[in-house]
């Protein structure tokens, strides 16, 4: 069992930088595929980035190439998204999500957090 708390959403200016957090709890965290997702109102959820267990391998979506960045630090069993140059269509709640492998397919994963709130104004 894993469980997932997201962090670090809030209101920023287009333009600007978030850093969201994921911490993981129990002992096999560096065993799992590591994914965000995000949901606009109105809007299905949709793959942002993900990450192997080891940080080796990322994958993200073409709308979030060269603004994104995700990472992992596996001695603190948490898993970040870098957010920079944010535009209003970035707005969404976030999710990190746990699984066997990365993926971009939200059925992969097994284990989801609660999501976080970012909004980007004009």
């Known amino acids: 069992q894993v469980q997932l708390v997201e962090s670090g959403g809030g209101l920023v200016q287009a333009g600007g930088s978030l850093r969201l957090s994921c911490a993981a709890s129990?002992?096999?965290?560096?065993?799992?595929?590591m994914g965000w997702f995000r949901q606009a109102p109105g809007k299905e959820r949709e793959f942002v980035a993900a990450?192997?267990?080891?940080?080796?391998?990322?994958s993200y979506t073409d709308s979030v190439k060269g603004r994104f960045t995700i990472s992992r630090d596996n001695a603190k069993n948490t898993v970040y998204l870098q957010m920079n140059s944010l535009k209003p269509e970035d707005t969404a709640v976030y999710y990190c999500?746990?699984?066997?492998?990365?993926?971009?397919?939200?059925?992969?994963?097994?284990?989801w957090g609660q999501g976080t709130q970012v909004t980007v104004s004009s």
């Open positions: 990450i192997s267990w080891s940080g080796g391998t990322t």
């Open positions: 999500a746990a699984g066997r492998y990365s993926s971009s397919r939200w059925s992969t994963y097994d284990y």
């Open positions: 129990g002992r096999t965290f560096s065993s799992y595929g």
